[in-house]
Nanobody, 123 residues
């Protein structure tokens, strides 16, 4: 079992920044990827970014590439999502997830999910 808890969400103006954190506990060593997904009202949950635990390889959705950065602190068992140049369309609930599969961008391949944190970007 893996437990995930997100933090760092909030309200920010367009052009601003936020850093989300995801604290992981449990059998995290069995997971290949840690990822961030988001879900806006009335929309499907979509992939945002992922990082491979061992190699640190990163993947990003086209919509956030160049603005968001995913990173990890293995000593703290924490994954971060630095979000810069935020836009109103980034407004969503952001979820941290952990996957034991080797495909980082597919939602259904993630085994564990956090409860989510709300990010609201005002125009």
């Amino acid at each position: 079992q893996v437990q995930l808890v997100e933090s760092g969400g909030g309200l920010v103006q367009a052009g601003g920044s936020l850093r989300l954190s995801c604290a992981a506990s449990g059998r995290t060593f069995t997971m290949y990827y840690m990822g961030w997904f988001r879900q806006a009202p009335g929309k499907e949950r979509e992939f945002v970014a992922a990082i491979r635990r061992s190699a640190g390889t990163t993947y990003y959705a086209d919509s956030v590439k160049g603005r968001f950065t995913i990173s990890r602190d293995d000593a703290k068992n924490t994954v971060y999502l630095q979000m810069n140049s935020l836009k109103p369309e980034d407004t969503a609930v952001y979820y941290c997830a952990a996957s034991s599969r080797l495909v980082p961008t597919i939602r259904s391949y993630y085994d564990y999910w956090g409860p989510g944190t709300q990010v609201t970007v005002s125009s």
